[in-house]
């Protein structure tokens, strides 16, 4: 049987590996990208998993979204003006970016088990939903970042995992990596020298920095 | 369609080709950003750049692909969880006492944030020149949402940028 990373498409073959997938200690992590054990899945299953999620319509109401996402959309707007090399424009949306920023409320329950659950959710029911709305009516721009946006949130899962079963042991001298194109996380003394997710260089690639002590 | 060149200042190594090429003059300026105002989009210092250090841009962009109400609806629920996951990985990070913490949450901020500009890149906002955008723009113009507003930001960026629709 083989196993695939859900985020980088790394092989376990156990005939190869000569010990059983289910045999690998819980801390085991992609050798290639770091995702968790449980990022991984039967190969077979892994081509079969298009089943398509039963649509739920929501009422969203578009005049009402919230400041975070505002926020995001202004600084998506930013980006858009830069590659078009719009210097000041994309200076003045990351503006409207920082006030809507400032203006999302806290949320009162912020917690690492909070974060984790929304994170699963996502993978659980937010992509799949879209990925079949998206498959439905042809639209493959969003097909597209549902694919980069999944193995991105599948790492977010295996680091929330690790860090709940182990604490922050495994960032303890190492480095934290963020890929500034598709938001791949990594963990390691430097960069990988392809992203994973996007295969951009690893100079694409931001150093998470600590607290800079006061 | 309509061309301007932009050179990429980080490429560039400013001793070459496109300011002989260029039968305007365009390319040749103190600060080396190419003088939209000559330019006449011809193209020919892209081409004899060695860098490739300029590209052509195109001056208008054609509409954007209109997106189904269903599959936006998605995503806006999508981007509205992200956005909360962003937050709460902002404050973990500010109340983090390990410095593993800090700098996992920090991360974690910063990954979601690019997903979710994605996701609202894909919803209908990836011009700056779109309907949507403008739309937008507009709104927050006149109805400001708070007094904190930068509203003269909105409304400089509405006289900078070309709407490429007709506004909805
Ligand atoms: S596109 Fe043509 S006119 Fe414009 S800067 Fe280049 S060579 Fe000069
Ligand atoms: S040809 Fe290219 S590298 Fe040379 S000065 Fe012009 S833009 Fe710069």
Redo the contacts with the bound molecule.
């Keep these: 049987m083989k196993y695939v990373c859900s985020v980088c498409g790394y092989i376990f073959d156990e005939v190869k590996e000569g010990k059983p997938f289910s045999g690998l200690p819980e801390v085991w992590a992609c050798p290639w990208c770091g995702a968790a054990k449980a990022a991984f899945v039967p190969e077979k299953a892994a081509a079969e998993k298009q089943e398509p999620a039963a649509p739920v319509y929501l009422d969203e109401d578009m005049e009402q979204l919230s400041p975070g996402v505002l926020s995001a959309l202004c600084s998506n707007l930013a980006r858009g003006c830069e590659k078009q090399y719009k210097d000041e424009e994309s200076a003045l949306f990351l503006q409207l970016a920082d006030f809507f920023a400032s203006a999302v409320p806290a949320v009162p329950d912020a917690g690492t088990e909070k974060l984790a659950e929304l994170i699963e959710c996502d993978l659980k029911s937010g992509y799949p939903l879209l990925r079949s709305e998206a498959a439905a009516e042809g639209d493959r721009g969003t097909l597209r970042i549902c694919t980069w946006g999944e193995k991105v949130t599948n790492i977010l899962n295996s680091l929330m995992l690790r860090y709940r079963a182990e604490g922050d042991a495994f960032l303890q001298n190492t480095q934290i990596w963020v890929c500034t194109v598709c938001g791949f996380i990594y963990v390691g003394s430097n960069p990988p020298e392809l992203c994973p997710v996007c295969k951009v260089p690893a100079w694409k690639f931001e150093k998470v920095e600590g607290r800079t002590s006061a | 369609m309509k061309q301007r ?1 932009v050179r990429n200042l980080r490429l560039c190594t400013k001793d070459c080709l ?1 300011l002989y ?4 003059g ?2 040749d300026t103190e600060n080396s950003i ?1 003088d939209t105002e000559k ?8 081409q004899a750049c060695p860098s490739g250090a300029i590209s052509m841009v195109p001056e208008e962009y054609p509409p954007q692909q209109p997106k189904a109400e269903k599959v936006t609806a998605a995503a806006f629920a999508l981007a509205e969880s992200k956005a909360r996951q962003e937050t709460m990985a902002r404050q973990i990070a500010e109340n983090a006492d390990s410095d593993g913490l800090y700098r996992l949450m920090t991360a974690m901020a910063k990954s979601i944030r690019l997903v979710n500009e994605d996701i609202l890149r894909e919803s209908g906002y990836m011009l700056p020149q779109s309907g949507n955008a403008h739309a937008l723009l507009r709104r927050m113009a006149e109805e400001p949402p708070s007094a904190q507003f930068p509203s003269e930001a909105a409304k400089r960026l509405l006289k900078l940028i070309p709407c490429n629709e007709k506004e909805g």
């Design positions: 060149a496109c090429v260029c039968p305007v365009a390319a190419i330019c006449t989009g011809c193209g020919m210092c892209a």
